[in-house]
């Protein structure tokens, strides 16, 4: 999995147990092909007809990295990888590929929990790994206007709510990125300004949250509690789903919100921000309250993987620089995930070490900051 | 020209006949090297004083591999390639770099057709090739506008002629981006707001269209014909002449109107896209409807155009990538195109079958795919 | 400090003394460690508690690269650096690593001088070199703000004061991307909204500038003196200080502004563009009076420096491209910003000459063209 010809050291850094501090819940249950297919692709909806999503990136490295997880040769075809699961049982399958990551605590993302999911717990068993909870603050806030009458006891609810969530988590995530853009008005709303978004809101209730004020007043009072606990806020950036268009959801876009929080001092941490990690890299570099990953982006680029990785190094600080798998919907985004973290974390330290600009030891000690260091260190694990 | 150790199915899925999804015609005539240097510069006009456009990597390129063509040795001198083009003459020069590519089928752009110019059929008897037609709708608006008096014959004009040229082409191109970039309204316009535009149209119809109700309503309206005849719409994207602002020709600023033509499924081919090829990978993994190429920027960055491919590869389904050579102005561009498109695909894909990460049997798909499968597909060659 | 096995007409020119054509003043006192870790980071400030400024790409450079200049082994600890440092004394060092850097002329940014700093010809004695002077036009503003008394008069000194300076300058500079953003309107602001302008700025005249009219009227005002000189105008782009959103220095921002600027000739200078370095080689490569550097981001990227510089190449004619430093507050910055120049070139130019795109004799030309050439000529030193 590893360049050949890396230094004992640094080869042993990078093969120890990581903290993945992003993932979200794989599926329980048996996936039939066109079920496995649509959580592979990345839109979400099936491959136009005549074609597959195993011709992704990704698709080929399920077939190169999870085939032998599940006892089969590399490269075996779709049809025989299917079936082979489909034989094992969805359980064993998980079992096997979330032990395969090598992670030894997740922090996972419980905004997207359903029944069909493996929930945090359930997700350090399987791997046996620790588990913790990151509260997702837009499902609160979905949670809350499905109770709340009035304006006020919604916006008392979601105060109540999200203290009550945060006191069992070991942070809070947003993903304001892809409901509104990142490029939102930094600056607290009014109480005005909120009460007449929420009756708004409390009009219809089920539809997911976009108004833009009231995206900021949850994000607000979610920094009061993230400050009051000690807890960093995630902030999922980059190329996402196309709620918003793309370019929004650069992270260099939210400089002032970032800047505001930084006499607070809550951390920031930028999730997946591919093709903006550059940026994210610079942020991290700027201000010393913002954290980087490319989580997403490793398994999803996979053969690719390397350069994405490479990027981010040329310019994150290496205490700023964090690990996530991002897996979801199935476990082998958890196994790919640790797997091109892995490898492109190695071919990135390798010339560094060839040509002698870092020494093995220095090389080392970024694969144990990168892979479970910082995270331990700001989410106090 | 290929990378050396390349198993020899990916050898010869990668010297296949390629299909060129996208090109212009190339000059007919024997060009000074005043007239040669204008049309291999970025900008149109002349290098400053003391310089010369040989001394950019397309310059460096054309002594490389163009000159071998002609009979010359690689790296002759740039008044040496040039003595040796006119000693040859114009016709002769076409044909040897246009066979050279190894083109089985040319889709050629006819909108900046002029009498200077080869046309559709010529680019194909000069290359011993196919080739259909790719219309521009601006062209065609272009042509509408200069006849028409009165702002219902304008439209009414307009929608036949889409239609009448629609029918003897394989797909339909935009330059939209280059006209009001691509954040614009993503809606259909009302009939109101076009008749309006239309009649400040006519009054000055010489002038480039730069309306943005009026491109829109030649864009909607070319979506119809396309949706009516199954063909796939192109845009240009990414660096450009610097009409707009280069940052608004952003593939993922028109989202929004990908999101309005999926679920009429009309394909949206974004050519060009560098220096935001990741975004328009990312917009190809995740709308069924959406292809990507790189095709200018692979023979314009020559020597560099390995790592353009190679972030290309990082995200964009393997069924969603298309080969074009974009040629224009000089047949140089052609052989460059075909060469650079080649030689940074086997870049690409050789690391990727030593490292085991794809067999080679993949790679030589992958190959074939993009170099004419998906073009044949979706342009139903 | 080279690629092994570069060919001697490569190497040679690579090796050749540089022009620097875009450097500050360092600090000619003795620094603590906590003063020199705040002088290396990014954003100003000191790193997180535990953390250290060492940890960065920079960092590592320091102990590689910068320890060998003061007679230390290569990786040596910070502690050991910086007793070392202490030892030699301020003077020795600077001495050491100007002269290390192998540059025959300094051109230096005099906006930041204070009496910390060496001045421009302190670093020219210092390093053994030649040294000349860029103003930055901001600083001229700000002195003749605290001076000028009423509108007529400020706006009489500014012309004034910026004729007078730039009689003793080889080129000027502007940082109005962090001020308000290269997004700017390009026009020339009519007379009446500038002496508005002024007005309100001279009730607060101690303020930094980051009205946008008064920006363009020192911008225009500028101009008109760079025309009337024959100097060089140029523009800090890309990651700052974040003053403004970073993306909105973007130099593609300002594309309305270079058009503008054309038909007058006056050379603009992109400085840094890292993360948007494609983008400027891209105007670059479109307009004759652009050029293009990534002087700050490699010293910055160190170890990953070789990518950025060979992304420029992608696109950028070679007789557009320029050598910068960017050094400011450590002599560390000096140094390191030739190393890495030097070194990325090399790394860039190597695959080039090995697979046979580009002669040797080709790739001197260009490491000459672009380490000091190119600057001669438009700088005219």
Same mark, same amino acid.
């Given at each position: 999995?590893?360049?050949?010809?890396?230094?004992?050291?640094?080869r042993?850094?990078? /093969? =120890?147990?990581?903290?993945?501090?992003?993932c979200?819940?794989?599926?329980?249950?048996?996936?039939?092909?066109?079920?496995? $297919?649509l959580?592979?692709?990345?839109?979400?909806?099936?491959?136009?007809?005549?074609?597959?999503h195993?011709?992704?990136?990704?698709g080929?490295?399920?077939?190169?990295?999870?085939?032998?997880?599940?006892?089969?040769?590399?490269h075996?075809?779709?049809?025989?990888?299917? &079936?082979?699961r489909? @034989?094992?049982?969805?359980?064993?399958v998980? *079992?096997?590929?979330?032990?395969?990551?090598?992670?030894?605590a997740?922090l996972?993302?419980?905004?997207?929990?359903?029944? @069909?999911?493996? &929930?945090?717990?359930?997700?350090?068993?399987?791997?046996?790994?620790?588990?913790?909870?990151?509260?997702?603050?837009?499902?609160?806030?979905?949670?809350?206007a499905?109770? =709340?009458?009035?304006a006020?006891d919604?916006?008392?609810s979601l105060?109540?709510?999200?203290?009550?969530?945060?006191?069992?988590? %070991?942070?809070?995530?947003?993903?304001?990125?892809?409901?509104?853009?990142?490029d939102?008005?930094?600056?607290?709303?009014? *109480?005005?300004?909120?009460?007449a978004?929420?009756?708004?809101?409390?009009?219809?209730?089920?539809?997911?949250l976009?108004?833009p004020?009231?995206?900021?007043?949850l994000?607000w009072?979610? %920094?009061?509690?993230?400050r009051?606990?000690? +807890? !960093?806020?995630?902030?999922?950036?980059?190329?996402?789903?196309?709620?918003?268009? !793309?370019?929004?959801?650069?992270?260099?876009?939210?400089?002032?919100?970032?800047?505001a929080?930084?006499?607070?001092?809550?951390?920031?941490?930028?999730?997946?921000?591919?093709p903006?990690?550059?940026?994210?890299?610079? +942020?991290?570099?700027?201000?010393?309250?913002?954290?980087?990953?490319?989580?997403?982006?490793?398994?999803r680029? =996979?053969a690719? =993987?390397?350069?994405?990785?490479? $990027?981010? +190094? @040329?310019l994150?600080?290496?205490?700023?620089?964090?690990?996530?798998?991002?897996?979801s919907?199935?476990?082998e985004?958890?196994? /790919?995930?640790?797997?091109?973290?892995?490898?492109?974390?190695g071919?990135a330290?390798?010339p560094?070490?060839?040509?002698?600009?870092?020494?093995?030891?220095?090389?080392a *000690?970024?694969?144990?900051m990168?892979?479970?260091?910082?995270?331990?260190?700001?989410?106090?694990?």
């Open positions: 999995m590893l360049p050949v010809d890396l230094p004992d050291t640094v042993e850094a990078l /093969l =120890a147990p990581l903290v993945d501090h992003h979200n819940g794989v599926r329980r249950d048996e996936l039939s092909r066109s079920q496995f $297919e959580l592979i692709g990345d839109g979400g909806g099936p491959a136009p007809p005549g074609t597959t195993f011709d992704t990136p990704f080929a490295a399920v077939r190169r990295w999870c085939a032998p997880v599940l006892g089969l040769a590399p075996v075809t779709p049809s025989v990888y299917l &079936s082979r489909a @034989e094992l049982g969805a359980g064993e998980n *079992r096997r590929l979330l032990r395969a990551a090598g992670v030894a997740f996972v993302d419980t905004g997207p929990e359903s029944g @069909e999911l493996l &929930s945090a717990a359930e997700m350090g068993r399987h791997a046996d790994a620790a588990a913790d909870e990151i509260v997702r603050i837009e499902q609160i806030e979905h949670d809350v499905e109770m =709340a009458r009035i006020v919604y916006l008392d105060a109540e709510e999200l203290v009550a969530r945060a006191a069992r988590a %070991v942070g809070m995530n947003t993903v304001i990125a892809h409901r509104c853009g990142l939102f008005d930094p600056s607290r709303p009014s *109480r005005g300004s909120v009460i978004a929420a009756n708004r809101r409390l009009s219809d209730p089920k539809e997911r976009t108004d004020v009231l995206l900021r007043h994000l009072t979610a %920094v009061d509690v993230a009051e606990r000690g +807890l !960093p806020l995630q902030f999922h950036t980059g190329a996402g789903d196309a709620d918003v268009e !793309p370019h929004r959801a650069d992270p260099a876009r939210m400089t002032g919100f970032i800047k929080l930084q006499p607070i001092g809550v951390p920031v941490v930028l999730l997946h921000c591919y903006f990690h550059r940026q994210a890299a610079h +942020l991290a570099a700027l201000f010393p309250h913002v954290y980087v990953d490319v989580g997403q982006a490793l398994a680029t =996979a690719g =993987a390397w350069r994405i990785m490479d $990027e981010v +190094l @040329e994150a600080p290496f205490h700023k620089q964090l690990f996530s798998s991002d897996c919907g199935v476990a985004s958890c196994h /790919l995930g640790a797997v091109y973290f892995r490898r492109s974390l071919v330290l390798k560094r070490v060839d040509a002698g600009e870092w020494t093995a030891a220095d090389a *000690r970024v694969a144990h990168v892979g479970s260091g910082n995270a331990r260190r700001i989410y106090r694990l």
